[in-house]
């Protein structure tokens, strides 16, 4: 955007001031995001930069707190070769919470794709009953403070049968909380409203009208999805499981109430750091989750583009 | 009225017969009742398809919620395990003093409250209403346990006086009944004196009112700041062409993208005393070594990280209401004379309104329950109505004074959703 040609002295003033602000809220946006960067490779304990630092001494920098994400738990940190490795798959704490935000992240998201895709084409159906309503209660997860969700979660889970009770049958049938299986169905509830939204939202430009070609053409219902309908709506479906995903990856009040010790996640693991001895190796993790929003932020901006393409929207 | 391109309509549009002056379709049935049959499966087949989730989240997030709130009103922790004393207060009407019967209740079901291990569950509830008498309780129970002797008034009074205080009777005649509104009462700073009319709570325990009126006003302020920042990023980046947008977009989409604990985190590293902020300032000479600012385990933590981690929620949907604004209105009203700044006010803003709504009510609804920001930044003063409640599910064990606030809390953040689907519709609510 240029300063049109008839446009006065102080409105161009205004016009690079206005250039300016926009350049120090985008500033505010991204430094926070930046600057844990450098400073997880910091030598000395510290959340700032030492003046080693910043005259750029090699002795300044380290690698210290990503070793001490791996050796943290370990048996016997100081042993070398395969053992050391085995030790650290087995033992070191952060792996292990890398190991169950991954199993539950996947799982939840399984979850959470499959019933919300199908949710979404139901949805998008012009003859879906009750459409408005049930839409809000399904995006209700989103909505509702995540301190309320866990609060009702951790007495539903701790014993999942108590409402069973209003019809005369058995209360007791185990506890949900502190098992796997506990916290992947919270965070598929907690997913499922991304998916219904980015589904949805892809099916918006969907044209019906291919699915009356396939089955005109002899396909049944089976085939015109999967051969059909799938490809066409998949990248839409890719980025609602990738939100799906980030939001259990990223998720830790639920898991503070209804997981138990087997279950400590990475963000868990962070909010124990942050909350009794915070040090510099929560940098470190901060670090490497930033490279994987990255990663993640890059396939979703690929998809989406994909998306617009396959179906023929023109970027504006 | 059926799609027109819907198949069984097709099959409609060839009906044949005009015998009986009724439209019949090819197999001869009233086109009406033919029509209405395939509507009616097609309603069927969308609705079976969003059935599973539909039954998923009812299972397992509005029950949850549903079950939450009811022990906002619903607590027998008293009733169920003092029943005699309960029915003696249900038979004497508020005021009565305290008989033998009453006594001789008291006695019986301390007694046995204790035998079966449930005298804690009944001090705990008692304790809610007058702080400290959970041991009394407990201590109480155990000296029963041994044996008791009537008259029992006077060798409870013997055990402790405290069973003589007029505030005890009346709290546990409020806990007689397992259906109380008494912790709303409590979530309003008010309670139920001796009398049984409802007066506010000593000043020192008005903790709660405070608390709502401190999340409604951060929240308030957060998105206002939030507009203020958002609204001139949404513009340039409205009006940038594509290609330069789209670059300057993956820095309004990575924070978004970016795990809440981290951005948590660098606002502790940047805010703190001994942070980059404060070193900055210093090195500047904008503040002299001792005179570190105090940016973060305060209110001004919580106001500075929640902002950051919400501003992509404003800019989002102000953005894609600006791309939609033709330019060519704001040169019409240029060249009818307006200034600029007229034209942006009369002209321009107006049509940004709805994406303003959009972005301040999603910001304002996210921001009124949000947690793991003050909890990790907010110190006393930055604390929001969340942690109150947390606080009450995990240290204090008020399970029902947790419900009672979160219903509060929930009944504020459904009726702003209510008013969200009105005025934008959930179906415009885009990520990314």
């Not at chain 1, 946006?29 to 600057?35: D, G």
Request: aromatic content about 10%.
């Amino acid at each position: 955007m240029a300063v049109p040609t008839y446009a006065t002295p102080l409105e161009r003033i205004w016009h690079y001031a206005y250039l300016v602000i926009c350049g120090l809220i985008f500033f505010f946006l991204i430094a926070p995001i930046v600057v844990i960067i450098p400073l997880s490779f910091n030598a000395e304990p510290y959340f700032t930069f030492t003046d080693r630092m910043l005259s750029f001494d090699p002795e300044g920098y380290s690698t210290r707190w990503y070793e001490s994400l791996l050796t943290f738990g370990m048996q016997n940190p100081d042993a070398t070769g395969w053992g050391f490795w085995v030790d650290a798959w087995n033992n070191a704490n952060w792996v292990k919470a890398a190991k169950n935000s991954i199993i539950i992240g996947v799982f939840s998201t399984l979850v959470a794709t499959v019933l919300g895709t199908l949710a979404a084409l139901g949805l998008s159906r012009p003859e879906m009953p009750f459409r408005r309503a049930i839409m809000a209660i399904l995006i209700s997860p989103m909505i509702v403070p995540l301190i309320i969700t866990a609060t009702g979660m951790f007495f539903f889970y701790s014993n999942p049968c108590e409402m069973l009770g209003i019809f005369g049958l058995p209360t007791d049938c185990g506890r949900l909380a502190g098992t796997y299986v506990g916290v992947i169905l919270a965070h598929a509830t907690l997913g499922i409203p991304f998916v219904i939204i980015t589904v949805t939202a892809t099916l918006v430009g969907f044209d019906q009208s291919l699915n009356r070609a396939a089955a005109s053409l002899g396909a049944n219902p089976r085939t015109t999805f999967f051969r059909v309908t799938m490809p066409l709506i998949l990248p839409g479906v890719i980025s609602g499981a990738l939100f799906a995903f980030v939001t259990s990856f990223d998720e830790v009040v639920a898991v503070l109430f209804i997981a138990g010790p087997e279950q400590q996640t990475i963000p868990r693991q962070m909010w124990n750091g942050i909350r009794e001895q915070i040090s510099p190796a929560i940098l470190a993790v901060a670090t490497l989750l930033v490279i994987f929003s990255i990663a993640l932020l890059t396939t979703v901006e690929l998809l989406r583009r994909r998306s617009e393409r396959i179906r023929g929207v023109t970027p504006r | 009225m059926a799609n027109a391109l819907d198949p069984h309509a097709a099959i409609a549009t060839t009906a044949t017969g005009l015998t009986d002056g009724a439209l019949r379709t090819a197999d001869g049935k009233p086109l009406a009742r033919a029509l209405a049959r395939s509507q009616s499966l097609a309603r069927r087949r969308a609705f079976l398809l969003v059935l599973p989730l539909l039954a998923f989240i009812l299972i397992t997030f509005v029950v949850p919620i549903g079950q939450m709130l009811q022990r906002s009103f619903y607590n027998d922790g008293f009733s169920a395990n003092m029943p005699a004393l309960s029915q003696w207060f249900a038979e004497n009407p508020r005021g009565t003093e305290p008989d033998e019967a009453a006594w001789s209740a008291l006695a019986t079901d301390l007694q046995a409250s204790a035998e079966a291990r449930t005298i804690g569950v009944v001090g705990t509830r008692i304790n809610y209403d007058v702080p400290g008498t959970r041991s009394l309780f407990t201590s109480t129970g155990r000296q029963v346990r041994r044996g008791i002797e009537p008259p029992y008034q006077a060798a409870l009074l013997e055990i402790d006086e405290e069973w003589g205080d007029p505030a005890l009777w009346s709290a546990m005649r409020e806990a007689s009944s397992p259906v109380t509104g008494n912790f709303y009462l409590a979530a309003v700073d008010r309670k139920r004196d001796e009398t049984g009319s409802i007066t506010q709570v000593e000043e020192r325990q008005q903790v709660y009112v405070m608390l709502f009126m401190r999340t409604f006003w951060l929240s308030l302020l957060i998105t206002g700041i939030t507009f203020v920042l958002g609204f001139p990023i949404a513009h340039l980046l409205a009006t940038l062409p594509m290609r330069k947008s789209n670059l300057l977009m993956i820095l309004v989409l990575l924070p978004f993208w970016t795990s809440l604990l981290v951005r948590t985190t660098s606002w502790m590293v940047l805010l703190q005393q001994q942070g980059v902020i404060n070193d900055i300032l210093v090195w500047l000479g904008v503040i002299g070594p001792d005179g570190r600012l105090q940016m973060i385990y305060n209110q001004a933590g919580t106001i500075i990280a929640m902002t950051h981690i919400l501003l992509p929620f404003m800019i989002l949907p102000l953005y894609s209401v600006m791309r939609t604004i033709n330019p060519s209105y704001v040169r019409a009203a240029r060249s009818l004379g307006a200034t600029s700044w007229t034209a942006f006010r009369r002209v321009y803003f107006p049509q940004t309104l709805p994406g303003l709504g959009a972005g301040a009510l999603l910001v304002f609804i996210l921001a009124v329950g949000y947690y793991i920001t003050p909890a990790l930044v907010g110190g006393s003063s930055g604390q929001l109505i969340s942690n109150m409640i947390a606080m009450h599910m995990t240290d204090t064990l008020n399970w029902s004074m947790a419900a009672a606030l979160a219903a509060l809390l929930l009944g504020a953040v459904l009726l702003l959703y209510w008013v969200y689907d009105r005025m934008v519709g959930i179906d415009n609510l885009k990520l990314g």
